[in-house]
């Protein structure tokens, strides 16, 4: 009997962007089948940009995974009694209330147990969760949107936690081979936010989102130099001799974006008692120039960037590969969100 092999198509809708992968099983493993990139013009310009990628990539599966995030997402990780996974959704929402600054009513409500961590009492088994609630009327918009293109959602993630599902298939594949305790903090770098996901092996121990992204860097530089957005944003990405200049013009949010993460770092450290070893760093905003100098300087530790195609084969007769070479620093949301292949049904 042959096996008909299943494709799901990874949505990374942002404010600027967006991204889209379409990833295959095979028996040989995850292959990359599509691929699409644009830049959105104006916030009504969205859909009509994601239909027009979807269509320049020829990519047909109309399942997809996508992602929310934003203030209307809580995340939150909680110690509660060991419970089976029945109990655990039931008390996870009358437990929402001490964690969350929304009626319940408001939110649709997720979690599920991360570990579990005993000390020699059997009575006092306690076990860490993870807890998510978004604003339902947030959840209803995006899947509305999503159907209005013509598309099937079959999961809506978060996107730090597609970022985590992006970098655990390196680690499924072999690529690292360190300590598998060891913490190690992905920071993706975006337009409008950063976002900050804390592994500790496979585990998601930490996830904050920063409001400071590649569009203050932007306004950084056309305040500096008295350009309009546009200008400033083409010097950014093209310095074109005029490195020195964009990196003085930047310093003070790169400072201000690093400042924060070193807050997140601490406070992981100060609740785990376990030293954040790697940084590794994604985003189109990544790419700006004295961001990475900047990090290490402020974290005081290497920072390093990564493939999110690492471990998947590309079908170079089914992409643009220099478009994808030149945009794969920003597709580790959307890599996350296209591996959810075992929701794919």
């Given amino acids: 009997m042959f096996s008909r092999q299943k494709s799901l198509v990874g949505l ?27 830049r959105i013009p104006t916030p009504e310009e969205t859909l009509d940009t994601v239909k027009a990628v979807l269509r320049e990539s020829g990519i047909r599966t109309r399942k997809v995974a996508t992602a929310v995030s934003g203030r209307s997402v809580v ?10 996974d029945d109990e655990l959704q039931g008390t996870l929402r009358l437990e929402a209330d001490k964690y969350i600054p929304f009626d319940r009513d408001e939110v649709c409500i997720d979690g599920q147990s991360l570990e579990v961590a005993s000390d020699d009492s059997p009575e006092n088994v306690e076990m860490k969760s993870l807890l998510v609630a978004v604003k339902k009327d947030l959840l209803q918009d995006h899947i509305d949107q999503v159907q209005d293109l013509g ?20 680690n499924e594949a072999g690529v690292r081979s360190e300590d598998p305790d060891r913490a190690v903090a992905l920071v993706d770098v975006g337009a409008s936010k950063t976002n900050i996901h804390i592994l500790r092996g496979n585990v998601s121990c930490f996830s904050r989102e920063i409001y400071l992204g590649g569009t203050d860097l932007t306004e950084s530089i056309a305040r500096r130099e ?4 546009a200008e400033a944003e083409e010097l950014k ?23 924060e993460i070193q807050l997140s770092f601490e406070y992981f450290e100060n609740q785990f008692d376990h030293r954040v070893e790697e940084v590794f760093i994604s985003g189109g905003a990544s790419r700006t120039i004295g961001l990475q100098d900047t990090f290490e300087r402020v974290f005081d530790r290497e920072v390093k960037t990564w493939d999110p195609l690492e471990s998947i084969k590309i079908r170079e007769d089914l992409v643009d590969v220099d478009a994808l070479a030149e945009h794969k620093v920003q597709l580790s949301i959307a890599v996350g969100l296209g591996s959810r ?5």
Avoid at 18 to 28: P, R
Avoid at 75 to 84: G, K, Q
Avoid at 341 to 345: A, P
């Fill in 226 to 229: 008295h350009l309009d957005e």
């Fill in 12 to 38: 990374d809708i942002g404010t600027d962007e967006v991204k889209v992968v379409e990833l295959t099983e095979t028996a040989e493993g995850l292959e990359l089948t599509g691929f699409g990139w644009g």
């Fill in 237 to 259: 990405c093209d310095p074109l001799g005029n490195e020195e200049l964009v990196a003085n013009a930047v310093q003070p949010v790169l400072d201000e974006i690093a400042g």
């Fill in 75 to 84: 995340v939150r990780y909680i110690t509660l009694p060991r419970l089976d």
């Fill in 151 to 170: 598309l099937i959602p079959v999961v809506i993630d978060v996107d730090s936690f597609a970022l985590g599902n992006s970098f655990e298939l390196r």
């Fill in 341 to 345: 292949l075992q929701d794919c049904v």
